[in-house]
């Protein structure tokens, strides 16, 4: 994959009944969204490790990338015991993950044993070095809201695109409420889901309905559907009041 393509080039086919599934994993407290407090979140990425293998996780966050001072990324979260391993990384990768968040949204994974098998897969890979361990940097970018990355350190599991389109969703997720939690933003937006936050920030973007099913492999009924419930869930008139809610909240750019 290229460093131009997103993850929508893989999740199209997906229609609005599996959409539909998936948000309750935002609307549910219980699930990956609406956390009461940033110690929420520790038991989410917990999950997360466990599913691709890792021995430890980092959630950085970057502030913002001005003319007069560049990103400068710190760590928000880590797992146990893994401070010196998340304070090398960032030393000897901070460049990297900054140039990276700021020109491409894919996951990176890094020191692939197989770099060639992940030729069509949603990812950009890189090196720490030769001989080290899988890594792999998930990165988001919410507008206003702030940026940020989730890190996994030497993953053990197989890696395939439902994994890694699963663990970058799960990730966006994650850090939206960390940055929710640290503004003290309790709107509604929580209870978007992935289509209905896609949907808006194309509208948002100047695209009209039939352009954004195209782009998205939805139907314009579908794409209507999700920025209609999308509008309801921000509690506004029409759409243009909805972009500039989203906006306001960070949740789109």
Do not use: W
């Not at 599913?51 to 760590?75: N, R, Y």
């Not at 996951?107 to 770099?115: G, L, Q």
């Not at 954004?212 to 209507?224: D, F, K, P, R, W």
Request: aromatic share 6%; charged share 15%; net charge neutral.
């Amino acid at each position: 994959m290229t460093k131009g393509s997103t993850l929508t080039d893989f999740g199209a086919s997906q229609d609005a009944q599996q959409a539909q599934e998936r948000s309750p994993e935002r609307s549910n407290g219980a699930a990956m969204g609406n956390s009461a407090s940033t110690a929420d979140l520790f038991p989410k990425l917990v999950t997360m490790q466990r599913l691709c293998g890792a021995t430890d996780f980092a959630l950085l966050s970057v502030q913002a990338h001005t003319l007069l001072k560049p990103g400068q990324i710190e760590c928000a979260m880590q797992s146990s015991g893994s401070q010196a391993l998340v304070n090398k990384f960032i030393l000897g990768q901070s460049e990297f993950l900054l140039k990276h968040l700021y020109s491409s949204p894919v996951p990176v994974i890094f020191n692939p044993k197989d770099a060639a098998a992940f030729a069509n897969s949603p990812v950009f890979v890189a090196s720490t070095g030769p001989n080290d361990e899988i890594h792999l940097a998930f990165p988001a970018q919410l507008g206003t809201m702030g940026n940020g990355f989730v890190l996994f350190f030497n993953v053990r599991a197989v890696l395939n695109n439902d994994l890694l389109i699963d663990l970058h969703r799960k990730s966006l997720t994650v850090i939206r409420e960390k940055m929710r939690l640290a503004f003290g933003i309790s709107a509604g937006s929580e209870n978007l889901n992935d289509r209905e936050i896609e949907c808006l920030q194309l509208v948002g973007n100047g695209m009209k309905s039939e352009a954004i099913g195209e782009q998205l492999n939805l139907s314009v009924h579908t794409v209507n559907a999700y920025l209609g419930s999308a509008t309801t869930k921000l509690n506004a008139v029409n759409r243009i009041q909805a972009i500039a809610k989203a906006i306001r909240l960070g949740v789109i750019a």
